[in-house]
């Protein structure tokens, strides 16, 4: 199989969760651009036994999970404000 064809099986062609699950396998270092040869590649057993979450809340959690830990302290900050608030309100 083709990567495309692993990724439109694994996310079922959803757009959101393809771009997801990309960007996933791109931190994670199993798809990788070699300059080298000017070509992607990917890690194909790592792909194929990586899990597609069908949950949205979970894909940004585990996002935010892999932020520094300064970071999420600041975002926890920030949703207890409301949707506008002002940097400086954070950054105290």
């Known amino acids: 199989k083709t ?14 969760f393809i771009l997801m699950f990309l960007r996933s396998l791109y931190d994670e270092k199993l798809l990788q651009y ?7 590649t990917w890690d194909e057993d790592a792909v194929n036994s ?3 979450t069908e949950n949205v809340a ?8 892999r932020l520094q830990e300064e970071t ?7 949703s207890c ?3 506008t608030f002002r940097l400086s309100a954070v950054m105290e």
């Open 34 to 40: 070699n300059f080298g040869v000017m070509k992607w």
């Open 50 to 52: 990586k899990i597609v």
């Open 72 to 78: 999420q302290r600041m975002l926890m900050v920030a």
């Open 3 to 16: 990567l495309a064809e692993t990724i439109h099986k694994k996310t079922e062609g959803n757009p959101f």
């Open 81 to 83: 404000l409301g949707a």
């Open 58 to 65: 979970s894909v940004l959690v585990n996002k935010m999970n």
